[in-house]
């Protein structure tokens, strides 16, 4: 079964500890993204990756770090994490294949709040 | 560069009539739309996505919506709205296979006996 899996799917974190927000993909994607989601904006893209050891930046990246050793996974890094980071975070991933027709697949979400 | 606005962030409609969730896109080259449904304290779902094929799209739970290019539009509807149908609802563009996913802000569907 095609699946993006995210971990944890919830947390309470304080300000300043380090949190990793793992994600894990077994569809062979190249493409990978993460996204948060926040009342009245919509979901916005933080970080994305075209492939193995290529990463950039989406519309919302301070704060965050990312990094893509392995194909299938895609974890997302809060440093020092801020009350402001408070959000629902998804991870997606595609196919760069054209014949794909360009579905983006969804992890479940992650809520994660920072006090 | 692509956007996407959803006009009314709420929308409230009886059980058993027609809904029309709005939904325009910008984009500067031939999009993919996509309708995706977020029910409450849950993932996204995909309803459905217009990929320059057929421009009337159907997609899951009896929702469809139709590529308007003239207009630049991708209106979702649904005939008979249904209690379960209680959700956000979020409309998105895509330009291409290597490129982001970009969301608008969302319209959350009330329906109401």
């Known amino acids: 079964e095609a699946q993006v899996t995210q971990n944890p799917r919830y947390l309470i974190t304080v300000t300043g500890k380090k949190l990793t927000v793992t994600c894990s993909q077994n569809?062979?994607?190249?493409?990978m993204s993460w996204y948060r989601q926040d009342p009245g904006l919509g979901l916005r893209q933080i970080y994305y990756?075209?492939?193995?050891?290529?990463?950039d930046k989406g519309d919302v990246p301070e704060g965050y770090k990312v990094s893509r050793k392995e194909k299938r996974n895609f974890p997302l890094i809060l440093e020092s994490p801020s009350p402001n980071q408070t959000s629902l975070y998804f991870c997606?991933?595609?196919?760069?294949?054209?014949?794909?027709?360009?579905?983006?697949?969804f992890g479940e979400g992650s809520w994660l709040t920072v006090v | 560069a692509q956007s996407v606005t959803q006009l009314g962030s709420h929308v409230s409609v009886s059980e058993g009539a027609l809904v029309l969730l709005r939904c325009n896109y910008s984009?500067?080259?031939?999009?993919?739309l996509f309708w995706y449904v977020q029910y409450p304290n849950q993932g996204l779902q995909l309803l459905l996505k217009?990929?320059?094929?057929?421009?009337l799209v159907k997609g899951i739970n009896g929702f469809e919506a139709e590529f308007k290019k003239s207009e630049t539009s991708f209106h979702l509807t649904k005939p008979s709205a249904h209690m379960s149908d209680a959700a956000e609802y979020f409309c998105?563009?895509?330009?291409?296979?290597?490129?982001?996913?970009?969301f608008g802000t969302g319209t959350r569907l009330q329906v109401t006996l």
């Open positions: 998105a563009v895509r330009t291409g296979t290597a490129s982001k996913l970009t």
């Open positions: 569809m062979n994607h190249e493409y």
């Open positions: 217009y990929t320059s094929a057929a421009t």
């Open positions: 997606a991933s595609s196919s760069l294949d054209s014949t794909s027709g360009n579905t983006i697949y």
């Open positions: 984009s500067s080259v031939p999009p993919y």
């Open positions: 990756s075209m492939n193995v050891e290529v990463t």
